[in-house]
């Protein structure tokens, strides 16, 4: 106890617990149990090659695969290994029927505990691969879990197509599922010339470019797929976007065949909880894909009680469509096969027979180099003192703050090792990995102290190589023995049509119908120009006309009045005054603009149908006689032209909704052009 410091009171404390008499009490870890030093992991620096080119040439290289990383999944790999080998030479003292007996231990009898989140995800890596199911509680975990990050990636690759990495993720992920022999021949395209128009060749600079311009079948079918979604992401809102792909990539079902079965149900759990993200975060009121994933990435920087947490299995247990058929939950068997991962704070007042801590060579406590000094005793109701500082800045008076914080917050970490030490009830191990002073140990950490202490290591070649699960039980933890037919599909009435649309987008005649329909449209698209001098015709003459609310005749805004209105060019304005004044000075149009001897008058008013559907009229003017509905245009197409029967609709729409609200006059219908023109629609 000489490695505590004085600050931190406790008491020694010894139990009365004994081993049961009757089983294997005669091995030492039965009688006194154990607790053993894990070696830590070799820091591995990596030599870094001269690269030629730019930085952006072969960055299929993973970035984010650092030296810390790595040796957290060597951790994992080696705790995996430990927890395999103590399942197979331990048991646990259980009771049954009030009576204590030694049984075979299992996954549930192990709490594997961290003191911060950061590589959770490795470690669970480790322990799949090794054929170990686990339950990580990951409050706030949701966007590191690796199939939401296969969505984020996809994301990614919709806004920037030639994004490598992300790209060569998501062609490697259960949504298509590419081969290491596919990634190798689309990795050997990139530079190829390919010639997109005739007499005009390019290089594929690129994966998305090989991707695009491949020959080969099922890589053609990804493109397309890609190609597709990455319109839709122009269009559609982020949810839409993203319930369109898990229908179309049958995207639930290639998850629930990659997953092992005792994690399928949080994995779809997952993936519905990510949906729901999409469509509850800020309302779904993304104005674009590449806000979504801009707020995500800043989710995932986040603290972990602020970001989402994972899905509820027990929700997703209960649906009906595209599930896994779980008949009822998970049996108390399953239960039994399952690791636990959590942190230290969530594991207070949890025991387990055997306890692993994680990364225990990176837990020093450090004093803050800035902060805020806060002096606030129990008893009082005001703080005494309050200041931001930094390490440079601190005086006298407010150093004894500052100490006085540090001696508390350190002693926290003490209680922090002492919960994590105590969960255990039959054995600890204390694991970590190599930092990068001399030696590769940190005295003032967990594992140093440790160490210090005299607690013995354990040497790994006993554990001998072969780790594996026996051959049933790894069967039931993977996925082998899925089936399709353990979905229950109820959309039966939509299938074909579902079918058709799948077979149009991989046999690329979706593509080329897209294509086809946004080049008709885009020629029948008015001119943008056009558009806007129609807009600003329309305001001036609502903003000259006088009507039933407001009788005073308005002048005609200058030349700069207008343009600083409107924001337009000198000419514009001067050709868009033309234009109303022309239209006000028209004789045959005084009636209904200036005369002011009209019953009532309204400018854009709207009215609605039996069905609560809106329309607006420019203007609309009681005469004694009849109601004139007005419609503003810069020209008035010719009869029976496209363009004149689209308005005769439209206008003969007005009247007959005018007419069911006004009974007592008839109503007419006027198209007025730029030119002062007036015509009757009929």
């Avoid at 404390?13 to 607790?35: C, M, S, V, Y």
């Avoid at 596919?182 to 128009?197: E, F, R």
């Avoid at 005299?454 to 780790?467: A, H, L």
């Avoid at 004139?628 to 197409?637: E, N, V």
Wanted: aromatic share 8%.
């Amino acid at each position: 106890m000489d490695c505590v410091p004085p600050s931190y009171e406790f008491a020694e404390q010894r139990t009365d617990w004994k081993a049961p008499l009757e089983g294997i009490t005669h091995h030492d870890f039965a009688r006194n149990g154990e607790a053993k030093l894990l070696p830590l992991i070799e820091r591995t620096e990596h030599v870094q090659t001269d690269r030629a080119g730019n930085a952006l040439d072969n960055p299929i290289e993973d970035a984010g695969l650092t030296i810390g990383v790595q040796q957290r999944y060597w951790e994992g790999q080696q705790v995996s290994r430990l927890i395999l080998h103590v399942m197979a030479t331990r048991q646990v003292i259980d009771k049954r029927d009030g009576k204590e007996y030694w049984r075979p231990a299992r996954g549930s009898d192990f709490i594997l505990l961290v003191k911060r989140r950061a590589y959770l995800s490795q470690f669970e890596r480790a322990l799949r691969e090794a054929g170990l199911a686990y339950d990580s509680s990951r409050l706030g975990g949701l966007l590191n879990t690796l199939e939401i990050d296969d969505l984020i990636a996809l994301l990614t690759v919709l806004v920037s197509p030639r994004h490598d990495l992300p790209l060569a993720q998501v062609l490697r992920s259960p949504i298509f599922s590419f081969t290491e022999q596919q990634m190798q021949m689309l990795s050997s395209h990139v530079g190829d010339s390919y010639s997109q128009h005739e007499n005009e060749s390019q290089t594929q600079t690129s994966w998305w470019d090989a991707l695009q311009s491949s020959s080969v079948g099922s890589v053609q079918k990804a493109a397309r797929y890609l190609e597709r979604w990455r319109g839709l992401g122009e269009v559609l809102p982020v949810h839409d976007l993203l319930d369109l792909i898990y229908q179309e990539s049958n995207l639930r079902v290639s998850y629930a065949i990659s997953s092992q079965n005792l994690a399928r149900a949080q994995v779809l759990a997952n993936l519905d909880a990510f949906l729901e993200l999409a469509l509850n975060q800020d309302g779904g009121r993304y104005p674009s894909l590449s806000r979504f994933i801009e707020e995500i990435n800043a989710m995932r920087r986040g603290d972990d009680d602020e970001t989402p947490d994972e899905g509820d299995v027990e929700a997703e247990a209960e649906e009906d469509i595209g599930e896994v058929d779980l008949d009822s939950e998970m049996s108390e068997e399953d239960q039994h096969k399952r690791v636990r991962i959590m942190t230290i704070h969530g594991a207070k007042g949890l025991e387990a027979p055997f306890i692993i801590m994680l990364d225990a060579n990176n837990t020093e406590w450090k004093a803050p180099k800035r902060g805020v000094l806060l002096d606030w005793a129990p008893d009082e109701i005001s703080p005494s003192h309050l200041s931001l500082y930094t390490a440079k800045s601190l005086t006298d008076q407010r150093e004894v703050i500052y100490q006085k914080e540090n001696q508390v917050s350190e002693n926290e970490n003490w209680n922090v090792l002492y919960v994590a030490m105590t969960r255990a009830q039959q054995g600890l191990w204390i694991s970590g990995v190599q930092s990068h002073i001399k030696d590769g140990i940190n005295q003032k950490s967990w594992y140093g102290r440790a160490l210090a202490a005299g607690i013995e290591t354990v040497d790994t070649s006993e554990w001998g190589e072969d780790q594996s699960l026996p051959k049933q039980e790894s069967r039931l933890l993977g996925s082998e023995s899925f089936q399709i037919n353990h979905f229950q599909l109820s959309w039966d009435a939509a299938k074909q049509s579902h079918q058709e649309t799948i077979a149009n987008i991989e046999s690329g005649a979706l593509a080329i119908a897209t294509k086809a329909q946004a080049t008709a449209q885009a020629a029948e698209q008015p001119d943008p120009e056009i558009l806007e001098e129609g807009t600003h015709f329309h305001k001036l003459l609502e903003f000259l006309t006088v009507h039933s609310g407001n009788q005073v005749q308005a002048q005609m805004p200058s030349e700069q009045e207008l343009m600083n209105w409107l924001s337009i060019d000198q000419a514009h304005a001067n050709k868009l005054m033309e234009r109303v004044q022309r239209v006000m000075d028209a004789p045959q149009l005084k009636p209904y603009l200036t005369e002011n001897q009209w019953v009532q008058a309204w400018n854009e008013i709207d009215i609605a149908d039996i069905q609560g559907k809106s329309y607006r009229m420019d203007r609309l003017v009681e005469i004694d006689d009849h109601l004139a509905i007005l419609d503003y245009k810069l020209t008035i197409p010719e009869e029976d032209s496209e363009a004149y029967n689209k308005y005769r609709a439209q206008l003969n729409n007005y009247k007959q909704e005018l007419g069911r609200i006004r009974l007592d006059k008839p109503a007419k219908a006027y198209l007025i052009s730029s030119k002062g023109e007036i015509k009757e629609i009929l």
